[in-house]
């Protein structure tokens, strides 16, 4: 059963920018802090960013005025924009919701 799905990842130039979706099912779009972690190769897996059900917002410092997370409360969706992106941004972005995890979209940034 899945919970969480993301998409619109893909490769993009440095400066680029690409917005990542997440498609939640009610219970855990209604009841968790819903964020966005990543993992390049051979790192750990890093938080992001996380909305609140209320919609307060974190960021992790190295996106932080680059990266913009949101919610839809209508579509049960969360959302990335990423602007400016960089080399260093290069990774699998995973949607979270407390205990549940999607399967990961592949972000790729070229310089």
């Known amino acids: 059963q899945v919970h969480l799905v993301e998409s619109g990842g893909g490769s993009v130039q440095a400066g680029g920018s690409l917005t990542l979706s997440c498609a939640v099912s009610e219970d855990i779009f209604t009841t968790y802090l819903l964020g966005w972690y990543r993992q390049a190769p051979a790192k750990q897996r890093e938080f992001i960013a996380t909305?609140?059900?209320?919609?307060?917002?974190n960021y992790a410092d190295s996106v932080k005025g680059r990266f913009t997370i949101s919610r839809d409360n209508a579509k049960n969706a969360v959302y990335l924009q990423m602007n400016s992106l960089k080399p260093d941004d290069t990774a699998v972005y995973y949607c979270?919701?407390?205990?549940?995890w999607g399967q990961g979209t592949q972000v790729t940034v070229s310089s």
């Open positions: 979270n919701g407390g205990p549940n």
């Open positions: 909305i609140s059900t209320g919609g307060s917002t």
